[in-house]
C-alpha cells in the first residue's frame, strides 16, 4: 500500500491567482488532518482541478506528473529488486533468479507508475472510463505481474537462515496469513472489494479525498495481489491448489467482473455525484462516459482473464509433461535395476556347482 499513499496535488489549479491557490492549499491540509472530508460544495478544488484540454493518447500517456512520495517509492523497490537478485545471484551462480521473474516484476512498477504518475492519474476524477483505466491497470495489470515474479520467494532466498526461522516462516504461517490466503477467502475479498467500493459512498468519496482515494487504491492493489497469489501458485502460501482449481478460480472471478462490468452497463443513472456535478466536461455526458467505463471493465477484464486462463492451461500441459517424463525416466531407472538384478542372480548361479544347482 505503501505504492499508493500520495498526495494528488501535481494537477493543474482552476484558478491562476496565487492567494487562491495558498488559501486551497491550506484547506486542503486542514481538511486531511481532520479527517479528510471533501468539500462538498466545491468537490472538484477538493481533489484537483478539471484539465482545460480533454484526454487523447498523447496526454494520458505522456502526462505524467512525478509526484514525490511515489515516484521514489516505486525507484526505491525497484533498486531494491535489482540489489536482492544481484546479491542472490552472487551466492548462488548455479541457481540465479530468473530473468523472466525480474521482468515481470519491473513491468508490474511500470504497470503502478502508469496508473499513479501518468496522464491517467490527472483524469481519473475527471472522466469515469479514465479511472476505470487506472483499477485495471492495479488489478489486472499490476498485481498479476508482480505475483509471477515469486517476491516471497525471493525474500526466503535473501534472507538469513535464523530470520527466515524467526519472523518470515512464523508470519508465513500465521492464522491471519492461513485466513486471508486461503483461495476461497482470497477470492470473495477480492470480488467483494469491487462490489462494495462501486456500490458505495467509498467511490464517491474516494473522488473528493485524495486520501480515501489512496485508501482505495491500496484495497485495490492488496486485494488482487491475495487473488491473484494462488492462482499464480509461485510463491510458497499456506495453501495450494492444483492447475484445474486454479484455472475455475480464475475463471469464477472473470464471470463476477463481467456481471459488475454488465450492472454498472445497464445503471439508468449516474452512480456516483462528484462526475454528475461536473457538467459534462469535453461534451461527455457522465451516463455515457460510465457505460464506457463498464465498457473497458467488461471488455479489457474479460480479455485479461482469458489471457491468464490459457496461460494456466498451458503451464498445466507442461506441468503434465514434466511429470510423464519424469514418471518414464524413473521407470527406465526401475527397469535398468531389475536388469542388473537379473545379471547378478544369473552370474551367482553360473558360478554354483552343478549339483548345487540341481
Same mark, same amino acid.
Given at each position: ?14 484558478? *491562476? ?24 460544495? &466545491? ?5 484537483? *482541478? ?16 512525478? *509526484?514525490?512520495?511515489? &515516484? ?9 529488486? /535489482? ?29 503502478? %507508475? ?12 475527471? +472522466? ?8 485495471? /491497470? ?10 509471477? *515474479?515469486?517476491?516471497? &520467494? ?13 519472523? =518470515? ?24 472489494? $469491487?462490489? %462494495? ?23 485495490? +492493489? ?31 472471478? $472473470? ?41 473497458? $471493465? ?12 490459457? =496461460?494456466?492451461?498451458?503451464?498445466? $500441459?507442461?506441468?503434465? &509433461?514434466?511429470? /510423464? ?19 547378478? +542372480? ?9 549339483? %548345487?544347482?540341481?
Amino acid at each position: 500500500m505503501e505504492l499508493t499513499r500520495h498526495v494528488r496535488a501535481t494537477m493543474p489549479p482552476m484558478v *491562476s491567482n496565487s492567494a487562491t491557490r495558498c488559501r486551497v492549499s491550506r484547506f486542503a491540509a486542514v481538511l486531511a488532518v481532520v479527517g479528510g472530508l471533501a468539500l462538498a460544495a &466545491t468537490p472538484v478544488k477538493a481533489h484537483g *482541478s478539471v484539465p482545460p484540454e480533454p484526454p487523447d493518447a498523447g496526454s494520458l500517456l505522456l502526462g505524467w506528473t512525478f *509526484s514525490p512520495l511515489v &515516484t521514489l517509492a516505486i525507484a526505491a523497490v525497484a533498486a531494491w529488486w /535489482l540489489w536482492a537478485v544481484a546479491r542472490i545471484n552472487a551466492r548462488h551462480p548455479a541457481n540465479p533468479v530468473p530473468r523472466r521473474r525480474t521482468a515481470a516484476f519491473l513491468l508490474g512498477l511500470l504497470a503502478l %507508475a502508469f496508473a499513479l504518475l501518468s496522464g491517467i492519474e490527472r483524469y481519473d476524477t475527471t +472522466l469515469f472510463s479514465v479511472h476505470m483505466i487506472q483499477h485495471v /491497470l492495479l488489478v489486472l495489470v499490476a498485481a498479476p505481474l508482480i505475483a509471477l *515474479s515469486a517476491p516471497i &520467494t525471493l525474500l526466503l532466498r535473501l534472507s538469513s537462515r535464523a530470520t527466515r526461522r524467526r519472523w =518470515l516462516l512464523p508470519i508465513l504461517h500465521s492464522r491471519v496469513v492461513r485466513v486471508l490466503a486461503f483461495p476461497v477467502i482470497a477470492w470473495i475479498l477480492f470480488a467483494g472489494v $469491487m462490489w %462494495a467500493s462501486h456500490f458505495s459512498g467509498l467511490f464517491d468519496l474516494a473522488l473528493e479525498d485524495p486520501l480515501v482515494h489512496d485508501l482505495e487504491h491500496g484495497l485495490f +492493489l492488496g486485494s488482487a495481489l491475495l487473488f491473484w497469489w494462488p492462482a499464480v501458485g509461485l510463491d510458497p502460501s499456506p495453501w495450494r491448489i492444483g492447475h484445474p482449481a486454479r484455472i475455475g478460480f480464475v475463471f469464477l472471478q $472473470m464471470t463476477q467482473n463481467t456481471f459488475l462490468a454488465v450492472v454498472l452497463l445497464n445503471a439508468p443513472t449516474v452512480l456516483y455525484p462528484h462526475y454528475a456535478s461536473l457538467g459534462g466536461p469535453y461534451g461527455v455526458d457522465a451516463l455515457a462516459d460510465q457505460r464506457l467505463a463498464a465498457g473497458v $471493465m467488461w471488455i479489457a477484464g474479460d480479455a485479461i482473464f482469458l489471457g491468464a486462463i490459457m =496461460l494456466l492451461v498451458a503451464s498445466w $500441459m507442461r506441468a503434465d &509433461t514434466r511429470d /510423464l517424463v519424469r514418471v518414464d525416466r524413473q521407470a527406465d531407472l526401475d527397469l535398468a535395476q531389475i536388469r542388473i538384478r537379473e545379471r547378478r +542372480l544369473a552370474d551367482r548361479l553360473a558360478d554354483e556347482p552343478g549339483d %548345487a544347482r540341481r
